[in-house]
């Protein structure tokens, strides 16, 4: 890929092996003004070394999915702009780690994720064209394809031995998943479940995935993605709307019938840089230019694309237990950064100081075991004597849980919105008020409710909290301002 002049200058290429690089550089006419670095070109060729030079101002970085977080970090940490491969990491849990490390070792650098796929023309084109014809009704996604051996992509050796989770399945599907997205937009993913096969020995752990997804409307859709079908080659992804259906085909055209219409075929074939690869790294090199990052290429995107693949994948470990999608994102990575920060032996700030004794109280001495009275003993009632039911109490919590309540609000009150996950109890028919107690401290402590969403049995995501008669309710509350009124 001959970059941009206008933007781009190849210094140097870095490989852990020398002929690797010379491989690449074997058809670049300007080899001879590209500098050669490798783990075995040399102490002065290595990647550190690399990372020293002045006149290097971002990196581009696609190297095994298990290996790539430690040059990601390295090369934040020596002051260099990053755009990194897909998928952001082998999965949600080193997704998550890495974005946290980030923030709070190496903000100033850019670092986007590279997913070519959302600068595709015909996904770009096939999105603008489902927004326009409504709401959507349905979805299918059907990519079929056959990886031998003895092609360049098994025997890649990383990818023929995967040591992370779902094989091709993980590594090509990220691309699948980000077009899915791409294409139903502001309807967000919210519910899936999946089952998952082995047909071709050598893909190992698994090479096919059958998913259905539910989005936030309603729609509902099918996912099929298989890199084991010898006999059968297919990638299409359909959406239906309300004013007609959109349909991309081999990732060249793109189909389109309004309602009563004859269907219009736009092909993109003639594109030069179908891939989108070209348009990836131009954009990465604009937003550095600018000091501001791109949407497209968030890490916290490519997170929202691991996750539709992970959870397929262990839906379908489960035998097709669903999953509720939350865009990836751990719910607790604001606290974790503020927690790191304050345990941290740098941190002078007074105000982190006070903070850090607020959230990490210092433990108590445990107090002394008295036994109870006879006056205090608890007398059961007799089995046959029906016990009278307990009024509920609103502004009753637990010891300690009040001061719980405010702490969380005063860590995620830079959000304004958040949620909270309450167990109920079903007895005699009824439910003991244990919203009502989490509200009532919640609007004590400058928060009011905005919304309460029960899941009951059958819904995605709520099996866990039904079983052995509870029910979860999910509450929002957002934090009100000074003279701001409830509504």
Not at 111 to 139: D, M, P, Q
Not at 204 to 233: E, V
Not at 283 to 297: C, I, L, S, W
Request: glycine share 8%; with cysteine; hydrophobic share 40%.
């Amino acid at each position: 890929m001959a970059p941009d002049p206008e933007l781009l200058c190849l210094k140097a290429v870095y490989s852990r092996r020398k002929t690797s690089v010379e491989a690449i550089l074997a058809n670049e006419a300007t080899a001879d003004e590209i500098d050669v670095y490798a783990d075995d070109a040399g102490p002065d060729r290595t990647y550190d070394e690399l990372l020293k030079r002045p006149d290097v101002e971002f990196v581009i970085i696609a190297l095994p999915i298990i290996q790539q977080p430690e040059y990601i970090k390295k090369a934040l940490l020596a002051g260099k702009h990053v755009l990194s491969e897909k998928p952001v990491a082998k999965d949600l849990a080193a997704a998550n780690e890495l974005i946290r490390w980030k923030a709070s070792h190496a903000p100033a650098p850019l670092w986007g994720v590279a997913e070519n796929f959302r600068y595709w023309r015909t996904f770009e084109f096939a999105a603008g064209r489902v927004k326009a014809l409504g709401r959507i009704l349905a979805f299918h996604v059907d990519v079929m394809q056959y990886v031998a051996p003895g092609g360049k992509y098994f025997e890649t050796a990383w990818r023929k031995a995967p040591e992370y989770q779902g094989g091709f399945c993980l590594d090509a599907g990220v691309h699948f998943a980000a077009a899915l997205r791409m294409l139903v937009n502001t309807d967000a993913i919210r519910n899936l479940t999946a089952f998952t096969a082995l047909n071709q020995p050598h893909l190992i752990p698994i090479d096919t995935i059958s998913a259905t997804l539910r989005l936030a409307s309603g729609a509902t859709g099918t996912f099929i993605m298989s890199h084991g079908t010898p006999s059968a080659k297919t990638f299409e992804w359909r959406v239906v709307c309300e004013g007609g259906s959109v349909k991309v085909m081999d990732g060249q055209k793109v189909e389109v019938k309004e309602v009563d219409m004859p269907p219009v075929l736009t092909d993109f074939s003639d594109n030069e840089d179908w891939s989108g690869v070209k348009a990836e790294v131009r954009a990465f090199a604009e937003a550095v230019r600018r000091g501001v990052g791109n949407e497209e290429q968030s890490p916290e995107n490519a997170v929202a694309d691991l996750e539709l693949i992970e959870k397929m994948i262990k839906s379908g470990e489960q035998g097709g237990v669903p999953f509720e999608i939350t865009g990836g994102m751990e719910h607790t990575s604001i606290l974790g950064d503020i927690v790191e920060k304050f345990t941290s032996k740098d941190s002078r700030h007074p105000l982190l100081k006070q903070l850090r004794h607020t959230l990490i109280p210092k433990p108590r001495e445990p107090l002394p075991v008295v036994q109870p009275t006879v006056q205090q003993q608890r007398i059961e009632p007799h089995p046959l004597v029906e016990r009278p039911q307990q009024p509920a109490h609103p502004q009753r919590l637990r010891p300690g849980r009040r001061g719980k309540v405010k702490r969380i609000l005063e860590v995620h009150r830079p959000a304004r919105l958040f949620h909270v996950r309450i167990a109920r109890r079903r007895i005699n028919g009824g439910a003991v008020h244990g919203r009502e107690r989490v509200d009532a401290v919640l609007q004590d402590c400058g928060a009011h409710v905005v919304e309460h969403r029960a899941e009951a049995a059958g819904d995605v995501g709520a099996q866990s909290d039904f079983q052995g008669g509870k029910i979860a309710v999910v509450a929002r509350y957002r934090h009100r301002c000074a003279g701001e009124k409830d509504v």
